[in-house]
DNA sequence: ACAGGCGGGACAGCCCGTTATT
DNA sequence: AATAACGGGCTGTCCCGCCTGT
């Protein structure tokens, strides 16, 4: 919410404090969760003073984990949105080539950093109600881009919400997996599964359509 | 090192303070994680005092999520053993009822109660050798258990692990993702994906078997 | 760090937190030495709160302990300092009231303030790098104002070096007795035989300049 | 006072539990005092169970480090007690001998090991009699074997108990000295002088009682 | 907007000593 | 007569949040 703050006119490429504080937050919440980093290290990180993260985030620890969430979630989402522009075969490997960044992307961190959603969600308690409506929030949007990719592809509402909720879930569930191996296998797993279901089923869809008899 | 202390005849401790100890850390990682957990109410959960814990477990909180993680995988894995001592289409159905059963006991505990491997693999870091070694031994374990039983139906053993690794991830997957929705659905979703495609695969394989021409 | 903030001209806080919990620890030393204190206590003792200690020592403990050895050397070596500002047979008497001011302030503390610097030295191991440098400095530092002062009387670098590092010693090995027999007596003891030795030893060197054939 | 228990018959060289255990005490006063040893460690060096201990010595670790005093005095002051044995001169050489054992001691241990009774000196308090008392009664041991020494060499009982005092000043605080500054150097000052000082003043006395005028 | 001293509660770990069992 | 388990108090450390002064 607090806007681009100062908007730098023109040079001046170094993030505002705001965003470097939020960037250190979703960096700890992949690597440890939420109750695995205290403030002092974060805040060190992001060379900031105690201060400058109660005015900017006056709910304090769990305010800069929702902002990391909300950005985080938008970073993961991107390239699935543009998922279902392409049509038929294509989506199953846009899905394919996603899955295979993820991997690239634990793998170049030495299988460090994972989904910061899939550890906040474990940590948190019904208490936590702020922390479980930004996941809530999360998942859905995740579920969502895939299902519009999905419907696109012919399939009905209910199957295709189906289907995403299941990929989201081969999704986080390879993630958590390839991090305890140490390896990218349960990913490629996870992907060579997924797109046969992909596959065949917005192919059974197309064939029902095109063959109504 | 405790001997069979439990085997008082008729009436006994119920429980030794050791399994008192385990069984509330693994109640604890399912519900927050090791790090949302504070060993003192640890111990007023398992009515121990705080020495007897280093008197059982000398490497401390860890050494007891170690245990807590290795007596739990055995009741996980416990249904999935049985999965396989029955033939044809019954393995698929037999997985389904797994899941449901995972499903209702995240119901039962208000969806609070998750699966205690997934939240400990996504906090631990390179530095928690001890935990990350029994970590990918409890996976290990799941998709040995899973992969046994696709093998006595006619799958290769690399197709099984790949299946098997698949099964896994869609259970931590779904178990995560139903613990934020706060409802069962991404576990019904990943159930009726995952029989579909278990019954498929094996079906395929049964077929080519039969109709070797 | 904490700039000069008892600058404070007429009414003021008296002592800085900071300067409150380096008295502390330093008169603490004098009693029980480093590992016989508890921060708590300390803490009590300074009215001072937990967190503020880790504010002004992040290296904790072990980083007020040497604040408190380099603040106590200070005093001690101050009068010493002043030793070698006279001439002729005057530097064995003040060495004389040096010693018996020590006897003073041991004896008005019922035998349980002794020498800070030998406690903590007695009490470290190799491993504690940080206070066996600042303890090595600060006996570097006593021997060096008392070395001064001789060479000031005539005598050689190395012969002043070496009476003033036995002087050191007198000093800690004759508080360290004092304390245990509950009496000034080897103090006493000690300053006798150590002045005779100065004395005597300048005298020398005096009569070596003055009859040179 | 528990006397040597197993008297093992013939062979058996292993000493008993009870000797395990004082000089596994006696070791870590030497190098980290009562305070920064805790039973268990010790205990564990020992090989011995928690029980033998307070089977052994019901005041418990107060008790065991009495028994380490006394033990150690007495080693202490063994080479001491042959030093009035031989006339003239040769008292002066043995105490440098003595001196220079001590370095060699503190030396081979890397300069870790120190004299166990100044440690549990300055580390004790008004509150521990017991400890107090059994220090007061082995720094009187070393002072009364060197006070007959020098007794036998024609001293008053006067001066030589005020010249054992200043002795023993001497040894204990060059030991102090040597191990902060990682050689022996104090140790080879002091046994200089102290060695000077016995010489000259033992040769007055000769002298004095040979010409009597 | 920044800076940093303050506050005290909670953390994991270890302490020393005792009590039941073999 | 030896040992394992118990007991709970206390240690040093670090936590997160606040609240003054620039």
Redesign the pocket.
Known sequence: M?PS?RAAPVAAPAT???DRLVEAMADALQRRGL?G??????LAQAQ?????????F?????ALAVAAIEATVERIVRPLDALGRVGGDELAARLQRWLAGAARELSASGFERGCPLATVALESTEADTELRAALALAFARLRAALSAALERQGLSQSEAGSLASFVVTGYEGALLQARVAGNTEPLQHAARWLVALVRQTTETHARQRSEPT
Chains 1, 2, 3, 4 share one sequence.
Not at 37 to 42: A, F, K, Q, V
Not at 48 to 56: D, S
Request: cysteine-free; glycine content about 16%; aromatic content about 4%.
């Open positions: 607090p703050s505002s404090t705001r109750h980093i205290g403030l002092n290290e974060l900031a003073p105690k201060g400058v993260l109660y005015h900017h006056p709910g304090g620890k769990t």
